[in-house]
Structure formats: structure tokens, C-alpha cells
């Protein structure tokens, strides 16, 4: 049974300012994602205590908030059958050091920290920061052509508008 979902990604500033940006975007179209939305800012101090808000009291807090302000970063929307369990394997766990090779994380990151991308962990994570970052008017739906051969009949539920 088709179970259609959204999941956030943030591109950080450390695979902005590594030229990482199209690799990453190219490894979740190849897996066959759809872009449901895409749009570049830099993050303020407000977005960041209420995004973080589970990490206020960690000693990295503020290192954490200085390194997510210091490039602007880009954030996408991805939809998919089950993705937000999909992306959390592809993009590996918070360590970049222990990530399994082939991960986004594990390819490109050497660190706890600066470890490349976000990924929402849980659909009402998901679901609460595609809210906290994209407007309804910046979210798309529409018709995936290739769906038809990435999914079977049972996990394609395509929005037509
Ligand atoms: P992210 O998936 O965005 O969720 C919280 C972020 O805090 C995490 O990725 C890392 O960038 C950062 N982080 C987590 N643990 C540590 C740590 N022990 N030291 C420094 N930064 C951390």
C-alpha cells in the first residue's frame, strides 16, 4: 500500500562552501525522490532556537547555531513512498566519521558537527519543520513521469494537479 510521504532536508553551510550542493541534490533525484519544493536563505537566530530546541542545553549549542548562520544554506522538500526512512539511510547517522561509505555522510563528512545535511528523523518532525521553513504556495504538486517505473502499482499514489 502506497504511504506517500514528505521529509525535510537542510543543506549545510559546510557542503555550500565544499561545492557539495549539486552532488547531494543528484543523489536523492538518482534514488528517485521528487522535488517538492527548493529555495536557498540564511538562517536566523529565531528559526534556529525553535528548529534546535531539543539541543538548547547541549555545550555545542551555540557552536552548533553559529556554524548553521554562517553560509546561507538551501533546503529541499523530497516526497516518496516511506522517504523519510529512505533519506536517513541514504544520508547516514549524525557521525560522518562512522557513517557507512556510500551515505552522503559517509562520502563527504569527517565530522560530528559539520556532517553536510539534515533530515527530518520521524514524520512529525517532518512534518513540523517542512511548516517551520516552506510557505503552502512553495510546496508543488505534480505528475513524476518516471514514477510509473521507480514504483510498483501497490506504492504509487501520484498527485495529478
Ligand atoms: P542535525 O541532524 O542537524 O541535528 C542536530 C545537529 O547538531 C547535528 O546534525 C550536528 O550538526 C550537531 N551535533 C550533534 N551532536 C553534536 C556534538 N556532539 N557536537 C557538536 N555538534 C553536534
Redesign the pocket.
Known sequence: MSNMQRTLI?V?PDAMQRNLLGRIVTRFEEKGLKIAGMKMTRLSDEKLDE??I??KD???FQ??KG??KSSPVVFLVLEGHEVIETVRLI?GP??GRVADAGSIRGDFSM?????I???S?SLESAEAEIKRFFAEDELYDYQKDDWNWIYATDELDQNKN
Open positions: 537542510i549545510k528548529h534546535y531539543h539541543h547541549k555545550p555545542f557552536d552548533l556554524f548553521m544520508i549524525t557521525n565530522s560530528q558537527a559539520n556532517n545535511v539534515h533530515a528523523d
